[in-house]
């Protein structure tokens, strides 16, 4: 059995963040291209954001670095578009030495409605994949939405939209474009697959 790992970044919530974008957990540190959320340059995330955002896929990519993405660039426009990060697990195991949802056993599940009381603004929550929203229902008691739409959930006098995203993971059968399609309309951006 592997060794337990703790999350390896703080939760990301800048001032008046509308938006919780909530992922499993992050892989491992060898796979990463900078230290912070959706780190693996295989990773479609911030090519979906560059496209909705910039209609360029490339735009969060370091240009003349080795596959690196720009962090700074991606946390300035983080805080413009009031989108916060984090994971809906904070300890797991991972049961085989890969990235995938599937070989994480989560250990501790992330407190997410302390977060979204950090986050008095926020109105909705996106998850990505399978693991995310499920883990995220079973707190809220909520029923889980089908990929690209959403469901309700109640938070003290709250009551926010949870969209279920599909993985940004290349291993998840969707090109870069539709699935920018699909997190448009969470995002509130229009969008579609040229």
Not at 5 to 18: K, M, N, V
Not at 141 to 152: D, F, N
């Amino acid at each position: 059995m592997n060794p337990e790992e703790s999350h390896p970044f703080a939760p990301f919530l800048p001032d008046g963040a509308r938006i919780l974008m909530l992922g499993t957990f992050p892989p491992a540190p060898h796979r990463w291209s900078m230290p912070f959320y959706y780190p693996n340059f295989q990773n479609d995330m911030w090519r979906i954001m560059g496209l909705l955002f910039f209609g360029n896929k490339d735009h969060f990519i370091l240009t003349g670095a080795a596959k690196q993405f720009d962090q700074p660039r991606i946390e300035a426009f983080l805080r413009k578009e009031g989108i916060a990060m984090y994971d809906t697990a904070t300890r797991i195991v991972r049961t085989k030495n890969t990235a995938s949802d599937k070989d994480l056993l989560i250990v501790e599940p992330t407190d997410v409605a302390a977060l979204l009381r950090r986050l008095p603004h926020c109105h909705t929550i996106i998850t990505a994949g399978q693991l995310a929203t499920t883990t995220l229902c079973r707190q809220f008691g909520a029923a889980e939405p089908k990929v690209g739409q959403y469901t309700e959930v109640a938070l003290d006098d709250r009551t926010l939209r949870l969209y279920r995203m599909p993985s940004s993971s290349r291993a998840y059968p969707m090109s870069v474009e539709k699935k920018a399609e699909a997190y448009a309309p969470a995002l509130g951006v229009t969008y579609q697959t040229p």
